[in-house]
């Protein structure tokens, strides 16, 4: 048993049981034994192995990331950023989909590349969601991340013709199969002895699965009192389709299926009915979700870039939906998808009070953890795991430091995550990754980045080049 103690800490983010709220502790004690946090307050007289001096210093806990996909998203850097498809309502998912593929050996670089950035941005709980790929156990091993793995499963893939329709290759046979793989994996994971990796059930896309197979893998989630997530309500393409074939939006099609509720996370329920990018006459889907206290995972990052956002926080939370925050792509920067998700909130609402910094925070921490049925993540309490985050409240970027929360996420971000602990484990040190090897993982993801952009040509119904389709910022001189 390792006892570590932060002594006079100088700023601490206590949780208040009753108050179910965050609040700050100045001059603290904390103190962890093992994996458990076993002491917050002031002036611990106990014995300790470790006394680190808290002051200069500001303990929060870690960050609860409920959507992301870090073994691919990240080699799409500088190609997604400016890339949307103004046929499909800008989103330029199903574009990139159909037409760049990334070797499987190459995903476990990704993804120790995204772990580590993850990490270094104050993530201690991560949603993978991802088709397993060769090395992912082992990349969820050694990285240390409190892991919640989502092993996807689908019985359709999108693929195109033609500029403006999204069509559908069905497999159910093989769907059916990778959802028996996905439970395998889980159950598998759930009993490792480091008691730190977890599984979430995972049907991809609520419009490449069939309705017996949602139903079904919701029943094994519960069944294993996990969760259960998939993407719906993600763009106006997917929305019109769902309305095509059951005359029903996603929402109310889930809910009339039995499949909202405590427990189901939505990526990423944000073009619901009553959005002005969809403009259809019901106005039911938010207080479906919000009355069943569904949780929806928001990623700000992917959408904003598309020229579409949530309408709004601070509205979905009102109507009692469970608000979780997740980095979804590239940077993989925590800290920034809260900064975005009050912006935009408040920017959609016109409404400066619409998020406040401590409403992204409660989503980014407590909001996650209730997303995923857990009481002992995303807060600083005794019993609660020891997840936690130092921040280096003597970084310039921090001062004035007048409000560590305010500075962290609207200036800091992650230069100012100093260390940080997963289960009492520290992963990172002076905002250098400890577990993973970042330089080498990033070296391998630019020559598949290299060998994903080579096979473009042959993919894409057009036969247009990766540059054709995401052309560089800027174009090359020729003189
Ligand atoms: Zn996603």
Redesign the pocket.
């Known amino acids: 048993m390792a006892t570590t103690h932060f002594k006079n800490t100088d700023w601490i983010v206590v949780w208040d049981e009753e108050a179910q709220s965050h609040s700050y502790l100045r001059n603290g004690d904390l103190v962890f034994t093992d994996n458990e946090i076993t002491f917050v307050g002031k002036d611990y007289n106990g014995d300790a192995d470790t006394v680190i001096d808290g002051s200069g210093l500001c303990l929060i806990p870690g960050f609860v990331d409920i ?3 870090p073994a691919s998203e990240v080699f799409y850097r500088g190609i997604r950023e400016d890339h949307s498809v103004p046929e499909h309502y800008m989103t330029g998912l199903y574009e990139r989909s159909c037409a760049y593929s990334i070797d499987r050996e190459d995903l476990k670089h990704g993804a120790e590349v995204s772990y580590a950035d993850l990490m270094r941005s104050g993530v201690t709980t991560l949603v993978d ?1 991802t088709f397993p790929y060769p090395g992912w156990v082992d990349v969820m091993e050694r990285g240390g991340l409190r892991m919640f793995a989502a092993p996807g499963f689908n019985t359709a893939t999108w693929y195109r013709d033609n500029v403006h329709q999204l069509k559908y290759n069905e497999d159910i046979a093989k769907g059916e199969k990778d959802f028996e793989t996905a439970l395998g994996l889980i159950d598998e994971l759930r009993a490792h002895p480091c008691g730190r990796l977890n599984g979430i059930v995972s049907p991809v896309q609520i419009d490449n699965n069939t309705d017996e197979i949602l139903v079904a893998s919701h029943a094994a989630a519960k069944e294993r009192g996990i969760p259960w997530t998939t ?1 719906a309500s ?1 763009s106006v393409v997917e929305f019109n389709i769902m309305l095509e074939r059951h005359g029903k939006t996603p929402i109310q099609y889930l809910a009339d299926l039995g499949l909202v509720g405590v427990g189901t996370i939505l ?2 329920a944000m073009l619901i009915d009553d959005n002005s990018w969809i403009g259809w006459h019901s106005k039911t889907d938010l207080k479906l979700l919000g009355d069943s206290h569904t949780a929806v ?1 928001h ?1 700000p990052t ?1 959408f904003m870039r598309y020229g579409t956002t949530m309408e709004d926080f601070g509205r979905y939370r009102d109507a009692g939906v469970v608000m979780g925050i ?1 980095t ?2 590239i940077p993989h920067n925590y800290i920034e998808d809260m900064r975005y998700a009050a912006v935009l909130a408040r920017v959609a609402s016109h409404n400066g009070h619409a998020a406040r910094t401590a409403d992204v925070f409660h989503a980014g921490t407590v909001g996650g953890a209730n997303a995923l049925m857990r009481d002992d993540l995303g807060r600083l309490a005794v019993g609660a795991k020891a997840d936690i985050v130092v921040l280096d409240c003597t970084h310039p970027v921090m001062m004035p430091l007048r409000d560590p929360l305010a500075s962290l996420i609207h200036s800091a971000a992650e230069r100012a995550v100093k260390d940080v602990y997963i289960d009492g484990r520290q992963t990172v040190k002076d905002h250098e990754c400890l577990t993973l090897d970042r330089e080498q993982a990033v070296a391998r993801v630019a020559e598949g980045q290299v060998r994903m952009e080579a096979s473009v040509e042959t993919r894409d119904y057009a036969k247009r080049t990766s540059l054709d389709i995401a052309p560089l910022s800027l174009p090359l001189a020729t003189h």
């Open positions: 959507h992301a996909h969601i993407h993600q990526g990423h995972a990623c992917p997740g979804d792509t």
